[in-house]
């Protein structure tokens, strides 16, 4: 059962213009989100966060939009540049009773940003 | 700071056999996660450990098992090797100060042949 769910394999970009990846979740237990982002031979890196108590967080290029009631986040991506291309997940962790957060990541959305 | 390493970067085995992967964390980071990365699947997570014990476990079989040193470097074990068990596996590290932030190693990939 997949409870972060990533429906876009892939997505195509011109550059300059606004990439928006979408992921939904199942979970409702869920209060933290976060983006990746993943370079082939990389590990993935952290992009951006948002809490459930915040609708939007903003960082530079890159806004991520929570809808709760439709447990549904995007990711903006303005202008969109050629070395955005990469896969990008998002991940989802519900506060935990032990330990640190245990996160469920989608299964990724390529972007390729076409110059 | 030197980020969170992974040896070996490649690996090939055969069905049946074992192996074992090693992640070393950032200095400092006493969290370490492993993730199993498959194109169908995205990211699972397999297990955390914090201060050489198993802190978290996901939906993996028995042959799939971990420890953690004193000096916070992690090793995952798998035995019994399926063909289903080629993917790249990744390992993070938590800074203690934002536990909510994982840095990522370069990953292992293995292939079962």
């Known amino acids: 059962d997949q409870q972060v769910k990533q429906n876009s394999p892939s997505l195509s970009v011109q550059e300059g213009r606004i990439s928006i990846l979408n992921c939904d979740y199942t979970?409702?237990?869920?209060?933290?989100f976060l983006w990746y982002k993943k370079y082939p031979a990389e590990g993935p890196t952290f992009l951006i966060s948002i809490s459930s108590i915040k609708d939007k967080n903003e960082d530079g290029r890159f806004t991520v939009f929570l809808n709760k009631s439709a447990k549904h986040l995007s990711l903006h991506i303005v202008p969109s540049q050629p070395g955005d291309s990469a896969v990008y997940f998002c991940a989802a962790s519900a506060l935990p009773t032990s330990g640190t957060y245990k996160y469920i990541f989608g299964t990724g959305t390529r972007l390729k940003v076409l110059a | 700071k030197a980020g969170v390493t992974q040896t070996p970067r490649y690996l090939i085995k055969t069905r049946g056999q074992q192996v074992t992967l090693s992640c070393s964390p950032i200095?400092?980071?006493?969290?370490v996660s492993w993730y199993q990365q498959t194109p169908g699947q995205g990211l699972q997570f397999l297990f955390e450990y914090f201060s050489e014990t198993q802190r978290n476990k996901g939906n993996f079989p028995g042959r799939f098992s971990g420890r953690q040193f004193s000096n916070s470097r992690s090793e995952m074990n798998v035995s019994t090797l399926e063909l289903g068990d080629s993917a790249l596996y990744l390992c993070?590290?938590?800074?203690?100060?934002?536990?909510?932030?994982?840095?990522f190693g370069p990953g292992t990939r293995l292939t079962v042949l």
């Open positions: 993070a590290s938590t800074d203690p100060r934002s536990t909510d932030t994982q840095y």
């Open positions: 979970n409702s237990m869920f209060d933290y």
């Open positions: 200095s400092g980071h006493r969290s």
